[in-house]
């Protein structure tokens, strides 16, 4: 059987899906962070990694749907400050993404918990974990070679 996503052609539909996805995620965050940890199913920590994963397939089911290819490779190139010959042949991204992570790590770190001794690990693997996920939506988009256009 062949799933068919022709009414996402159409951008209002797309606005639609888009809407109620965040009224979704919105419900569904508390409940998944709080709900399960209160239940005893799992800890804090891991409610907030499942809530994390949902927000970044949002994320990347977003720009998917709503960016070209070459937004969503401006995007990937300008958070990690790398320029396109440098983003296409792979050339010191992981450094990239990771000077970059640890930015962003330290600076909620210190705004969660004024801790000015370096990033929580923690927040180091949530940040990764989303970023790698949106990323490997992205990735046949990325790659993409729209020249011939």
Do not use: Q
Not at 48 to 65: D, E, K, P, Q, R
Not at 136 to 141: A, G, S, T
């Amino acid at each position: 059987m062949k799933i068919s996503f022709h009414f996402l052609n159409n951008r209002s539909h797309k606005k639609v899906l888009w809407v109620i996805s965040v009224a979704v995620l919105i419900i569904l965050t508390p409940i998944v962070i709080w709900g399960g940890a209160k239940s005893g199913f799992y800890n804090l920590s891991f409610g907030i990694g499942i809530a994390v994963c949902l927000w970044a397939f949002f994320i990347g089911g977003s720009m998917l749907l709503f960016l070209s290819p070459k937004m969503i490779s401006t995007c990937f190139g300008s958070l990690l400050t790398l320029g396109a010959d440098e983003f296409h042949s792979g050339a010191g991204l992981i450094t990239a993404i990771n000077t970059e992570v640890t930015k962003i790590a330290h600076a909620l770190g210190f705004l969660c918990a004024n801790n000015c001794n370096g990033p929580d690990p923690f927040i180091v693997t949530m940040i990764w974990l989303a970023l790698g996920i949106i990323i490997l939506l992205c990735i046949p988009v990325i790659f993409f070679d729209d020249r011939s256009s």
